[in-house]
């Protein structure tokens, strides 16, 4: 057993009857051992900075767990969807001939619109903006 020193500590009544409840939740057989617990607890919170390893462990397991799946079915959905604009992209190129020039405004008009719209694109917006512009060269 390591070594231990007296050190005498001061406590509200309020503070002395928290502990006391707590001791007896908690399973410690005197004070003295509840407190170290405590002592140790907070001062590996502080040492670590990091709140998570702090929860219990099933709240832990449950959150890796949920977060695994999130993963799992967010990957899988940015797969099909990757797949779905490739094929729309070789549609599209093997349809239109089209120079540099045109892809490289075309880049700069989708990457504008989508740090204006925040990633949130609408098909039905953008075929009546193609309207639009129809109308305005028949004029």
Do not use: H
């Amino acid at each position: 057993m390591e070594k231990t020193t007296k050190f005498a500590a001061y406590f509200t009544d309020k503070q002395r009857e928290d502990m006391e409840r707590c001791r007896k939740l908690e399973g410690s057989r005197s004070t003295t051992e509840y407190v170290r617990n405590a002592v140790e607890f907070y001062n590996s919170y502080v040492s670590n900075n990091d709140a998570g390893l702090f929860l219990p462990r099933s709240i832990k397991s449950y959150l890796d767990g949920r977060l695994g799946q999130l993963e799992d079915r967010v990957s899988g959905l940015l797969f099909k969807q990757a797949v779905e604009q490739d094929m729309i992209s070789g549609i599209i190129a093997d349809s239109f001939q089209f120079t540099e020039d045109d892809l490289r405004r075309r880049r700069a008009s989708s990457v504008r619109n989508v740090k204006q719209t925040n990633g949130r694109i609408s098909f039905e917006k953008r075929v009546r903006e193609s309207w639009e512009d129809d109308e305005q060269w028949q004029d």
